[in-house]
């Protein structure tokens, strides 16, 4: 009997077209259906300032991991593992061949090495929060050293986020935040096929550029407006969506519609080099290298995933 080939994935920087090749790839191969890795496609209502597959896409290929919760929801990487889990069981359990796709790399990390990840406790959380805002997190920081000084050597003390995380987590699950995860400097084998889709940093720049005017011709502005409206109640994951904070400044007059676009741009073009260099770090991946059409790189990644 055949051995079924492993689960690609196929990763690489915002704008670098790997969403697309995926989809061509579903299209072509019978039995391919996509699963995002992306932070921000969850949520419902951000389609466009997310480049989210279309409907038109959806309609084609089938797709799993999009719009699951709505922007003012909580969902961080520990609800998408759970989530990604299940989808690819389920896929599987029907004989279909799941075929990854996105540039989150935490999330992919929390897939494909199935990291041992901490839950929420949000009302402890709200509580450090209002502690974090009256006294700042400097005090907080130093009951992190009591409790964890691991997690506690690896971050600033005034980074109130990432303290009031790391005492959510030691003080809500009665471990260390610091015991979670076997550490993402280690890249194990994994039960999946890593291949990276790679342009030169100049294409992906001009390709950034590019979508963000395509996203405005496709409403997105009107889309700000609507997220816009939740206020205080969006998500803190939800409310680090690239393009929306700037648009948002455009649209309560304080800057000009093209500044807006200069500053969400170059905020997008710097994210996309942190990606570059997430991934960089990973020995396991395959890169196809494309310059400037990733299209071209169509028949060797439609001959990764058709790989028996």
Not at 85 to 94: F, T, V, W
Not at 106 to 119: F, H, I, S, T
Not at 251 to 280: K, M, N, P, Y
Request: hydrophobic share 45%; net charge negative.
């Amino acid at each position: 009997m055949p051995v079924a080939p492993l689960p690609v994935v196929v990763v690489g920087t915002t704008a670098s077209g790997k969403s697309a090749l995926a989809q061509d790839v579903a299209r072509a191969l019978p039995g391919v259906e996509l699963v995002a890795v992306d932070s921000m496609q969850v949520y419902r209502g951000m389609d466009i300032g997310t480049a989210t597959p279309t409907p038109a896409e959806r309609a084609e290929v089938v797709h799993h991991l999009l719009d699951l919760v709505e922007p003012g929801e909580e969902f961080g990487v520990a609800d998408f593992q759970r989530a990604a889990r299940a989808a690819l069981a389920d896929i599987e359990g029907r004989g279909a061949r799941p075929l990854l796709v996105g540039g989150t790399g935490l999330y992919v990390r929390a897939v494909v090495d199935d990291l041992d990840l901490p839950g929420r406790w949000p009302e402890l959380r709200a509580d450090l929060e209002v502690e974090a805002r009256a006294e700042g997190p400097a005090g907080l920081h130093a009951r992190l050293v009591v409790l964890d000084p691991v997690a506690a050597g690896r971050m600033e003390p005034g980074n109130a986020r990432r303290v009031v995380r790391a005492l959510e987590v030691t003080l809500g699950s009665g471990r260390p935040f610091s015991s979670f995860g076997p550490g993402l400097a280690a890249h194990p084998p994994a039960p999946f096929r890593l291949v990276g889709v790679e342009l030169p940093l100049a294409v992906v720049d001009e390709r950034i550029a590019a979508r963000f005017r395509a996203q405005l011709d496709a409403g997105f502005l009107e889309e700000v407006t609507a997220v816009a409206a939740l206020g205080d109640r969006l998500s803190r994951t939800a409310a680090q969506a690239l393009g929306y904070a700037e648009l948002l400044d455009h649209l309560h007059g304080r800057c000009t519609l093209d500044d807006a676009v200069d500053v969400a741009v170059a905020r997008t073009r710097r994210f996309a080099r942190r990606q570059r260099r997430w991934f960089r770090r990973d020995p396991r991946i395959h890169w196809l290298h494309a310059d400037p059409d990733p299209q071209a790189l169509l028949p060797a990644l439609l001959s990764i995933v058709d790989e028996r």
